[in-house]
């Protein structure tokens, strides 16, 4: 079992930015793929960005080129910086980790942005 624990939500003005951190208490944080996801209310769960165990990095459209996925080099946080932050990524965030035949999500993080 893998619990993750995320932080780093807040309430900001549009075009501010936020850094959001994931850790998974007692364990290094190194797993097969490693994803930010995002819900807003009334909205289905939607993936943000991925980072994969080997380094290659995947983002929506939505948020690319404004988000950055990272991970440290002692490997115990996940990260996503957003910049330039709109209205329209009000979400939950949401940590999520793929090892072996498991997947495992965070509580989330809210993340409000206002106009």
């Known amino acids: 079992q893998v619990q993750l624990v995320e932080s780093g939500g807040g309430f900001v003005q549009a075009g501010g930015s936020l850094r959001l951190s994931c850790t998974a208490p007692?364990?290094?944080?190194?797993?097969?793929?490693m994803y930010w996801y995002r819900q807003a209310p009334e909205k289905e769960r939607e993936h943000v960005a991925g980072l994969t165990r080997g380094g290659t990095k995947a983002y929506s459209d939505s948020v690319k080129g404004r988000f950055t996925i990272s991970r440290d080099n002692a490997r115990t946080t996940l990260y996503l910086d957003m910049d330039n932050l709109r209205p329209d990524d009000t979400a939950v965030y949401f940590c999520?980790?793929?090892?072996?035949?498991?997947?495992?999500w965070g509580q989330g993080t809210q993340v409000t942005v206002s106009s």
């Open positions: 999520h980790v793929l090892l072996g035949p498991g997947n495992y």
């Open positions: 007692g364990r290094i944080f190194d797993f097969d793929a």
